[in-house]
């Protein structure tokens, strides 16, 4: 019998950096009274992510959402855009925002992303442009999303909130599309407690960016444009340049992890974990989601939901429901059947993975699911000998 662990094991938990440090940066915003407003702890850290990402076309926000609502206004993209319905429902919600309507099509069974043949059959003259997800960090289909892009001249926008980190053949994943939105929400792997960032292709862009999330000013007498506030602190920037030196370690362990559970979940029956991704992609190990075969497990992921609960273990749905079948988009109208999105909504799970989990709790973890299918299947057997 395996015994609940004795403090709660959320599916994720925030890195933090020593406190001696960060309190060692908050001196110098203490010395220099500079709170928000292109802070110089803000212009250092913009600059280390322009070294990481290897572009001087990065702006960055108080968080990723304003930063996708703010890059489709100032693409200028309207009317249908063609999105997932698998994804946190801010990719949605900033489609919305900008009066902008999201065409839901379906999602492909290895890796979630969106299906390149679904988005062709999708485009319709009021298309202008894809939305796709780097959903988990898996990368979408670049190629083939590129090309569709190209043919029909509309724009490629990748919701990246996942994907801090990740390579693709040697070049980060913000170098692909005509624009990238990353979120440095605490709980992902890299972040800056709140926090966002675009990367784009054309750098004429940046400066319609900067406006738009500093209520349009150019200057201190022109409004150029009607802007908001989408201004990042200098106490998120700080966090953000700390714990972007620490990324390497961060996704080192986040690897060991994963490493773990796969070869402990492998061969569990009606366990199925995302095949390992292409060579050349170097993965930022975000998430570590399931999918629960229903009949193979012996209980629905919902089941196994609840259960892991009372070993105080909190899984989560991510993305479970898909976000058409919110209350606030069931009117959008759904021409796509959806069918594998809406299968892997019903199986999907994320497991705990933090930087700090240690690997004898994701033993542990493990064990318990495996236990669980089994005394599944010994009840199962049981009632089936009881029958005959
Ligand atoms: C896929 C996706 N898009 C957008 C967002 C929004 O990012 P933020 O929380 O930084 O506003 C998230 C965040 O959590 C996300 O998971």
Not at 206 to 219: A, E, I, P, R
Not at 285 to 311: C, N, T
């Amino acid at each position: 019998m395996i015994k609940p662990f004795e403090k709660p094991i959320y599916v994720t938990k925030p890195f933090l950096p020593p406190l001696e440090d960060f309190s060692d940066g908050l001196k110098e915003i203490w010395d220099s009274h500079w709170l928000t407003n292109n802070g110089p702890v803000l212009n250092r850290f913009t600059q280390q992510l322009s070294n990481y990402f290897e572009t001087d076309n990065v702006c960055v926000f108080n968080n990723g959402t304003l930063a996708l609502q703010i890059g489709l206004q100032g693409l200028g993209i309207s009317g249908e855009v063609i999105t997932t319905p698998f994804t946190f429902v801010a990719t949605t919600h900033a489609l919305f925002w900008n009066k902008i309507r999201p065409v839901f099509v379906d999602i492909e069974p290895d890796y979630y992303t969106l299906d390149p043949e679904k988005v062709e059959a999708a485009i319709t003259p009021w298309t202008t442009a894809i939305l796709a997800v780097h959903v988990f960090g898996h990368p979408c289909k670049l190629n083939a999303l590129a090309d569709i892009a190209r043919r029909h001249n509309l724009k490629l926008i990748y919701d990246a909130a996942h994907a801090f980190g990740v390579r693709v053949g040697n070049k980060s994943i913000a170098h692909f599309g005509d624009m990238s939105m990353f979120s440095f929400h605490a709980t992902k792997p890299y972040h800056s407690m709140e926090g966002g960032m675009l990367t784009f292709r054309d750098s004429g862009q940046k400066s319609t960016f900067d406006y738009l999330k500093n209520f349009g000013f150019k200057n201190e007498v022109e409004v150029v444009i009607p802007g908001t506030n989408a201004k990042m602190n200098e106490m998120q920037a700080l966090m953000g340049s700390m714990v972007l030196e620490c990324l390497d370690e961060i996704i080192e362990k986040r690897w060991q992890i994963t490493c773990l559970y796969r070869e402990k979940l492998k061969g569990v029956p009606g366990i199925r974990l995302a095949p390992e991704l292409p060579k050349d992609v170097r993965y930022n190990y975000a998430y570590i989601p399931i999918e629960v075969d229903e009949q193979e497990f012996g209980m629905s992921r919902d089941q196994l939901y609840e259960e892991l609960k009372k070993y105080n273990i909190y899984a989560r749905r991510y993305f479970y429901p898909l976000i058409c079948d919110f209350a606030c988009y069931r009117s959008v109208s759904v021409k796509d059947p959806l069918a594998v999105a809406r299968a892997v909504a019903s199986r999907i799970l994320a497991l705990p993975i933090y930087y700090d989990l240690h690997l004898e709790d994701v033993h542990k973890i493990c064990d318990i699911i495996i236990a669980i299918n089994q005394r599944k299947s010994n009840r199962q057997n049981t009632k089936i000998k009881g029958k005959v």
